[in-house]
């Protein structure tokens, strides 16, 4: 199996901060007998995002996304894929509790922005995060 790291973040093309997260993927998809065989990167845009996408998919079997799926604006990447795979973005309600469970335990006022998070593509799988508030989640679809 050939896996792509997509990593999504103006902020890296920018040098503003260091890919961490694809590094630690490679190291999980090799312990796991996946072979990486690209890593890229691309800024908080949605039409470079969606192109990406479809360079991915034409030349891996999996696409490991990370970044932009915080509450701000830029955070377009729940947006982009749903928007790739003709899918509706839906409020997954256990995610909007566990984001509110993550403001009581700092005791604090959730902000309503957060509320993004919670939204998921169609057929989308919430994942936990036990340090932060955006779950990740895992979209499996045949062949695009």
């Known amino acids: 199996m050939i896996a792509e790291i997509l990593c999504i973040g103006s902020e890296l093309l920018l040098g503003e901060i260091i890919n961490t997260n694809a590094a630690y993927i490679s190291g999980r998809l090799l312990s796991q007998g ?3 065989y690209y890593q890229t990167s691309v800024g ?3 039409r470079r995002i969606k192109d990406a996408l479809d360079i991915a998919f034409k030349r891996s079997d999996m696409v490991i ?6 509450p701000t604006d830029d955070d377009i990447t729940s947006e982009a894929i749903a928007e ?8 997954d309600k256990e995610s909007v509790y566990r984001i509110e469970n993550y403001f009581r335990r700092l005791k604090r006022v959730m902000p309503e922005s ?4 919670a939204k998921l593509p169609q ?3 919430a994942m936990l995060n ?10 499996e679809l045949e062949n695009k």
């Open 44 to 46: 908080d845009n949605k």
């Open 123 to 125: 057929g989308a799988r």
């Open 130 to 139: 036990p340090v932060g508030t955006a779950p990740g989640f895992i979209l």
């Open 65 to 70: 996304i990370t970044g932009g799926l915080g």
């Open 84 to 91: 790739y795979f003709n899918k509706e973005l839906i409020i």
């Open 34 to 36: 996946i072979d990486a």
């Open 114 to 117: 957060n509320i993004k998070q």
